[in-house]
């Protein structure tokens, strides 16, 4: 079983669609991410979640509402989007602590396309 | 703010060549570093990185990066590449202390040429 998986790989979903993004992660980690990877921009940080609790949001659209229901679990609740809003979504978990330079662990990423 | 830059957005290589991926990043205080690689229809892997001691890093597959904090660098290089080294490489920098935040550049896609 791979470390961190994501539901579904593919998404195809209409402007006025609402939709989930699925994350678990078996580590036993403690920090969980949601990035997004657009083509030939750098990988976008949207939202950080540390012992469950939101401690990032880098000014995402509120069309994209992230819910951490406990450490293993991450969902992206989607709703209303815009096509500019196709892209990969991974999932990421790391053991967070009073340091950084901890390894991320990514999931193989949600290709979503919004048509 | 910390950034990163990767200059070359793609590096055709001929199979058992050297290669050498640049990265280069800016920091107002010390950095950890990090190369990564995605696979076709992947995510990303952690490859090697730098928190402190040795400059000269070694990682999975070969690959090796060394740490020059006068040119404010972090290359990658692996003597001989192999087919299934085809893929994008993302360099990335943190700064300590705090939660983990990860700043990644835009990626360099590798292309092994049998």
């Known amino acids: 079983e791979t470390g961190v998986t994501q539901t579904p790989r593919h998404l195809v979903m209409g402007m006025t669609n609402k939709k989930s993004l699925k994350c678990e992660q078996h580590l036993g980690h403690n920090a969980m991410y949601w990035y997004k990877q657009s083509a030939k921009k750098p990988l976008e940080l949207m939202f950080v979640?540390?012992?469950?609790?939101?401690?990032e949001n880098n000014s995402v659209p509120s069309r994209f509402s992230p819910e951490c229901p406990n450490s293993s679990h991450l969902f992206l609740h989607l709703h209303t989007l815009q096509p500019e809003d196709s892209a990969l979504y991974l999932c990421a978990s790391s053991q967070d602590g009073a340091t950084s330079g901890n390894t991320i662990y990514f999931g193989e990423g949600s290709w979503l396309t919004v048509v | 703010a910390q950034s990163v830059t990767q200059l070359d957005s793609q590096v055709p290589v001929f199979e058992e060549a050297p290669v050498e991926l640049r990265c280069n990043y800016s920091s107002s205080v010390s950095v950890y570093l990090f190369w990564y690689v995605q696979y076709p229809n992947q995510g990303l892997q952690l490859l090697l990185k730098y928190l402190s001691g040795s400059t000269l890093v070694k990682g999975i597959n070969g690959f090796e990066a060394e740490f020059n904090k006068s040119q404010t660098s972090f290359h990658l290089r692996k003597p001989s590449v192999h087919i299934s080294d085809t893929a994008e490489y993302f360099c990335?920098?943190?700064?300590?202390?705090?939660?983990?935040?990860?700043?990644f550049g835009t990626g360099t896609k590798l292309q092994v040429i049998p």
């Open positions: 990335a920098v943190s700064e300590p202390g705090g939660y983990q935040k990860v700043t």
């Open positions: 979640y540390s012992l469950e609790e939101r401690v």
